[in-house]
């Protein structure tokens, strides 16, 4: 399975940014698509996840802000981000799960891109 995400960039705050992450390889053995993202010196979180049978789940502080959605394939994933703010500028990255309800990260992960909300 093969991650590739796209989308980042720099925004002002306020200012909204989509997110792309298509999978490629044993796609259809994957059960959930979600986002995480790493500011410096932290640790990398969740943002939001998908999986297949529609389920969604996103982290308190991007509720609201945030959605996430997949094709009907379940082979691209978005991240639709709207009214950004200084304290989600990190490193984003795409993640995907044989196991659509796992605590844990699954196995796979994009190549991250970069998210900057800055004036």
């Known amino acids: 399975v093969q991650l590739q995400a796209s989308g980042g960039g720099l925004v002002q705050p306020g200012g909204s940014l989509r997110l792309s992450c298509e999978v490629s390889?044993?796609?259809?053995?994957?059960?959930?698509l979600g986002w995480y993202r790493q500011a410096p010196g932290q640790a990398r979180e969740l943002v939001a996840v998908?999986?297949?049978?529609?389920?969604?789940k996103y982290a308190d502080s991007v509720k609201g802000r945030f959605t996430i959605s997949g094709d009907n394939a379940f082979k691209t994933v978005y991240l639709h981000m709207s009214r950004l703010k200084s304290e989600d500028t990190g490193m984003y990255y795409c993640n995907a799960d044989h196991y659509a309800y796992s605590s844990v990260p699954g196995d796979y992960w994009g190549q991250g891109t970069q998210v900057t909300v800055s004036s």
């Open positions: 390889g044993s796609e259809f053995a994957i059960n959930a």
């Open positions: 998908a999986t297949r049978d529609g389920a969604t």
